[in-house]
């Protein structure tokens, strides 16, 4: 490896290594009334996701419909902002962030879909792909809120 090449790398590496650590806390690097929002939303998808649970095992097949459909639906974030808020979080969100948002999003409107057509394998699959994604995304971006996830490993 040349030297030049060398330095490169380093200097690649260590951005990287910046980014990640910022990025390990969105929450706190937002203004209080933006996180206040963010928090809201968490707090309304984790009440889904408890209703859900009981609609599965129950075969309620409409209520995980309208309960999957809802978290889809809740942006808060999104319904609430203002143009100020928006390029705020612009700034402060990273790709990766918004990538694992959506993901999340679009898991739950599968597990609506699977719901209508009353498939319950599918929505079980489906409930546990959105567990690990909440864990995902708490462990990458939420540490300061969830200490506890930063030494476990999971895969993902
Ligand atoms: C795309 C990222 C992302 C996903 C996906 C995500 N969360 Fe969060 N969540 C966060 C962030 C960031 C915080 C920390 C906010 C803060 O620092 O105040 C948080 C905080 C929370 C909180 C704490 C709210 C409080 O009272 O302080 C709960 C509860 C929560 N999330 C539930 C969930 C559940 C349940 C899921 C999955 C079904 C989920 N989250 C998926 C990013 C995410």
Redesign the pocket.
């Known amino acids: 490896m040349n030297r030049r090449f060398l330095i490169i790398m380093i200097f690649f590496v260590s951005i990287g290594c910046a980014q990640t650590a910022d990025d390990k806390a969105?929450?706190?690097q937002l203004p209080n009334s933006l996180?206040g929002l963010?928090?809201e939303e968490?707090?309304a998808?984790?009440t889904s996701?408890d209703v859900i649970f009981r609609a599965i095992i129950a075969g309620e097949h409409d209520q995980v419909a309208q309960q999957a459909q809802a978290i889809h639906d809740s942006f808060i974030m999104a319904q609430k902002m203002t143009d100020e808020d928006s390029e705020i979080l612009e700034k402060t969100l990273s790709a990766a962030?918004i990538e694992?948002?959506e993901a999340?999003h679009h898991l739950s409107e599968h597990l609506a879909e699977a719901a209508r057509k009353k498939d319950l394998s599918l929505q079980i699959k489906l409930y546990q792909e959105?567990?690990s994604?909440?864990i995902a995304?708490?462990q990458n971006?939420?540490l300061?809120?969830f200490p506890n996830l930063k030494s476990i490993s999971v895969n993902h």
């Open positions: 969105v929450g706190s996180r963010l928090i968490m707090q998808i984790a996701m962030f694992r948002d999340f959105m567990e994604a909440c995304c708490h971006h939420a300061d809120r």
